[in-house]
């Protein structure tokens, strides 16, 4: 499953706004971007998605004492000598603004 999520682990308690991500979990994981070939276009989705759901991360953090927040980046093998990704500084230090962790994770072709 390439693409992008943001998993959220350790909620105790929703905040309003995500009455919709509800359930007997305390573990959310939301679909940040659905592109599964171009790594570029989800970062691009990441931050967008870091700046448009500002209020709702905030709410999320304030009503919860102790979250892990990972914005898990889904890339595909390449066979090639190196394989590299990084993040732009825009996207770190929107992630770091709400404590999100960043991860790639490389799935076998």
């Not at 276009?41 to 304030?62: G, M, P, R, V, Y």
């Not at 004492?65 to 890339?75: A, I, K, N, S």
């Amino acid at each position: 499953m390439a693409g992008c999520v943001l998993r959220i682990d350790g909620i105790n308690k929703f905040p309003s706004s995500w009455i919709d991500h509800a359930d007997d979990s305390n573990e959310v994981v939301l679909t940040v971007s659905d592109e599964d070939e171009n790594f570029q276009k989800q970062i691009s989705e990441a931050i967008e998605f870091l700046s448009e759901d500002e209020c709702n991360l905030s709410e999320l953090i304030t009503v919860n004492e102790h979250l892990d927040l990972c914005l898990d980046f889904g890339v595909w093998l390449n066979i090639a000598p190196a394989q590299s990704y990084s993040f732009p500084i825009e996207l770190v230090s929107l992630a770091a603004k709400y404590g999100v962790s960043l991860e790639v994770t490389i799935y076998a072709a």
